[in-house]
């Protein structure tokens, strides 16, 4: 597809149980962010991904918090032990640069909304 | 750290109105500035940016200018449309941060123009 695709769009998950978060990203785009938006917090940075590699998992707010990027493309998000502060709008954004260039640009997804109850 | 305060909303405006949303930075350095927009049921997209001190940024019919000196990056319509109903958000590159994608945004600001 043309844009940054994120699957499920809405996700109802139980207190305690993993998820996986999966974002497409534009093809060629080496750069990838996944993001976090809630009413309390706004939007968040999680991590960055330059290829698969991860040189910035800052953002990640617990040990329960992992993401991996294969090929190059597709990342998937996981939650383990889902908690109710999880419930947020998680959203991915890729770009075409490496490194710190004022032209870059970021192309978001939709998000995918995650509901803990 | 660098933080980016943006007018509260909501804003409620009929249409051709004139708009402004204040956002005012704290950062170190002179980093680049953005606003984003997210439509309704869409992915945030880049509005504008501008790059240093006195730059305008301006799409669709909205400006922005990095003022120094006063560390803010307002946003502006002459006249907004139906169409620009939407949230706003306000942003800048995280101070350190190995990508200018990394980035610091404001609260973010509801719009909404009535016919």
């Known amino acids: 597809g043309a844009g940054v695709s994120q699957s499920p769009s809405n996700k109802v998950t139980e207190k305690g149980k993993d998820v996986e978060l999966r974002c497409d990203p534009i093809?060629?785009?080496?750069?990838l962010y996944w993001y976090r938006q809630s009413l309390g917090q706004g939007l968040e940075f999680l991590i960055y991904?330059?290829?698969?590699?991860?040189?910035?998992k800052s953002g990640l707010p617990s040990d329960r918090f992992s993401a991996e990027r294969t090929g190059g493309s597709v990342s998937t998000l996981t939650i383990q032990r889902t908690q109710q502060e999880d419930s947020a709008v998680y959203l991915c954004?890729?770009?075409?640069?490496?490194?710190?260039?004022?032209?870059?640009?970021?192309?978001f997804g939709s998000g995918t909304q995650l509901s803990v109850l | 750290g660098d933080s980016v305060t943006q007018m509260e909303g909501p804003v409620t405006l009929s249409e051709e109105a004139f708009l402004t949303i204040n956002c005012t930075y704290t950062?170190?350095?002179?980093?680049?500035l953005f606003w984003y927009v997210q439509y309704p049921g869409e992915g945030l997209q880049l509005l504008l940016k501008?790059?240093?001190?006195?730059d305008k940024g301006s799409n669709k019919g909205f400006e922005a200018t990095y003022r120094k000196e006063t560390t803010s990056f307002h946003l502006e319509k002459g006249s907004v449309q139906v169409s620009d109903s939407a949230v706003y958000f306000c942003?800048?590159?995280?101070?350190?941060?190995?990508?200018?994608?990394?980035?610091?945004f404001g609260q973010g600001t509801i719009l909404t123009v009535h016919p």
């Open positions: 991904f330059q290829g698969n590699s991860a040189p910035d």
């Open positions: 093809s060629g785009h080496t750069a």
């Open positions: 954004a890729s770009s075409l640069y490496r490194g710190r260039s004022t032209n870059e640009k970021l192309f």
């Open positions: 950062a170190t350095g002179y980093p680049s």
């Open positions: 942003a800048l590159p995280n101070a350190g941060g190995t990508s200018y994608g990394k980035l610091t």
């Open positions: 501008a790059t240093k001190a006195d």
